[in-house]
């Protein structure tokens, strides 16, 4: 993780899109964390960014893991 004030990160903006690739980007002002960057190394990291963070899909999850806890569930065995 690299840790750089606002008027740095402003400065240098392409620098530390590369290097959010690699690591997080802390971004703070007045001694304050106000954010962080972070990048994809590859086209899948965006994308499995894209679905932990879309609140449909998180839904989906959500109700998938209450049918497994209360047994809703079909076995390998019944598809045969």
């Not at 304050?32 to 894209?50: C, K, M, N, P, S």
Request: proline content about 1%.
């Amino acid at each position: 993780m690299i840790t750089t004030v606002l008027d740095e990160f402003k400065n240098h903006i392409s620098f530390y899109m590369e290097k959010a690739s690699e690591q997080d980007i802390v971004i703070t002002s007045d001694g304050r964390h106000i954010g962080v960057l972070t990048g994809f190394a590859d086209e899948d990291d965006y994308q499995e960014y894209r679905l932990l963070n879309n609140p449909e899909f998180q839904g989906i999850i959500d109700r998938s893991r209450e049918d497994a806890r209360e047994g809703r569930v079909t076995r390998l065995e019944d598809l045969e």
